[in-house]
């Protein structure tokens, strides 16, 4: 049979599961989606988990690939997948699952976006503390498949610690969930943890349950600033010994500080100019806090940290959306930079970002980076001084020697750079799990691994 006749049979197929206004030849979403070279393909948005099941079936037994989309906010990390016969859109899977604000807990569907759960949750003065950007856009399903990590984790923990229930579906169409809908759950495999992070390698997430908190009343954030790394080290260990609970602690680099003040201009058109050199930066190294509380605990902070400036109100809602969009505003501004996210302990973080500056100086470009100042999850951007695109030698070694500055127990993986270099170098980096494990774990969940192909070379 021809491919266009192929292709024409899993349309048909497709359109009996989801409704022929469901699904459509797509490409535009695949170029966005970084697959490799361009193809013809078939976007397909399934309203159900059992829709989603019929429509992997389908794939499977066709033996087609597929890429799985949300908000399209996360698609650039690690490898572009190899191809995507289909683009598994889940847009429609929106349903409220369940919400019992007596007893905190939430759950929804994987296409649903932070600001539609926000809104819900607001109603009774509770949030999720996924502090991310593009919360219009961005969804639950693609948080949780990306893990992303944002600054409220120091106070309420990442993804992984409030996730209490989890809905997914497996490559050959088999329908699961892990967890539930209450806090305590019974033991076993923690199957939530196990899809939190596997950007969509091995099944597809269709919901998830969630614990919620109260919102805070009232939260005032607190910049500190020092001459030097080390000095900013020092004051960061001095707060963890301390009894100040911040919801929010993180460093800044001074170069990293410039993106985060200007981030109303990364992406207006009119202020796009990537060949624009960007300003000295200030030498100053920062330790950003929030504090949340009465107006005692707000007194606390302010006598005891001496902050150099203090941000309420519309300034603190201005300030973390700047270092929210830091990812964007670099991207925008320098089409050539890498951008690296790492994970160290916390004792690792001096010589994971000294090295970082250092790594950068050795491949003529800057460095600018932030991240979780007591948690060691840290986000590094690498930007060449040079107009000229770098050679991807050029960023593999930057990454090389990122990455030789980590302990052990240290990782680095690429968030974004120009694709034409990711097939030239290793995008993820070596870490201490177990390859045979992993491998075990993808042939079992998705044996013809037709689950975006390629994101993992294992």
């Known amino acids: ?22 699904l459509s030849d797509e490409v535009a979403e695949l170029i966005t989606f970084d697959i490799q070279g361009t193809q013809s393909a078939i976007r397909v948005s399934p309203a159900s988990a059992e829709e989603v099941a019929a429509i992997l079936r389908v794939v499977a037994a066709r033996g087609l690939a597929v890429a799985v989309s949300g908000g399209f906010t996360q698609q650039h990390i690690g490898n572009p997948p190899e191809r995507a016969e289909v683009l598994l859109d889940t847009s429609r899977l929106v349903a409220l699952d ?29 949030f999720l503390p996924l502090d991310i950007a593009e919360r219009e856009r961005a969804t639950i399903g693609g948080l949780l498949a990306t893990n992303t990590s944002a600054p409220l984790r120091h106070g ?30 019974v033991a076993g495999f923690d199957l939530m943890k196990l899809m939190i992070g596997s950007f969509g390698t091995l099944g ?4 998830a349950s969630f614990k919620v908190a109260p919102r805070p009343r009232q939260t005032a954030t607190f910049v500190c600033e020092f001459a030097s790394l080390p000095e900013a ?12 609970t911040p919801i929010r602690f993180e460093i800044v680099s001074p170069r990293a500080m410039e993106y985060v003040a200007a981030h109303s201009d990364a992406r207006d058109p009119d202020h796009y100019h990537p060949e624009a050199p960007v300003a000295a930066p200030d030498t100053s190294w920062s330790i950003v806090l929030t504090a949340a509380g009465s107006d005692a605990v707000l007194a606390r902070y302010r006598r005891e940290l001496s902050a150099a400036r203090e941000l ?36 690792a973080v001096e010589a994971a970002l000294a090295g970082a500056e250092h790594a950068a100086v050795e491949q003529n470009a800057m460095c600018a980076a932030l991240g979780r100042a007591a948690l060691g999850s840290l986000t590094v ?3 060449p001084l040079s107009v000229d695109p770098p050679s991807a030698m050029q960023y ?32 993820w980096g070596s870490t201490p799990t177990d390859r045979s494990t992993m491998l075990a774990v993808k042939r079992a969940l998705d044996p013809a691994e037709i689950l975006n192909r390629g994101r993992f070379l294992l």
């Open 312 to 347: 309420t109100g519309s300034a603190e809602h201005d300030f973390w959306n700047g270092q929210l969009d830091f990812h964007a505003n670099v991207a925008a501004r320098h089409r050539n930079a890498m951008l690296m996210q790492l994970s160290v302990p916390a004792r």
């Open 396 to 427: 593999a070694n930057a990454a090389s020697a990122i990455r030789a500055s980590l302990p052990p127990d240290g990782s680095a993986y690429v968030l974004r750079c120009p694709i034409e270099a990711k097939a030239h170098f290793d995008v």
């Open 233 to 244: 080290i020092g004051f960061r260990d001095r707060i963890m010994a301390s009894a100040l």
């Open 204 to 207: 597809v997430i269709t919901g």
């Open 98 to 126: 369940h919400y019992d604000p007596g007893d905190l807990t939430f759950g929804v569907g994987a296409g649903a976006t932070v600001a539609s759960s926000e809104q819900r949750l607001a109603e009774h003065g509770q």
């Open 1 to 22: 049979m021809s491919t266009a006749a192929t292709t024409a049979s899993v349309f048909d197929e497709l359109a009996a599961i989801v409704g022929p206004r469901n």
């Open 381 to 383: 951007a690498v930007i």
């Open 156 to 185: 309420y923990g990442g993804l992984r610690d409030y996730c209490i229930g989890i809905h997914f579906v497996t490559g050959d169409g088999m329908v699961a969930k892990g967890g539930g809908r209450v806090v305590k759950n």
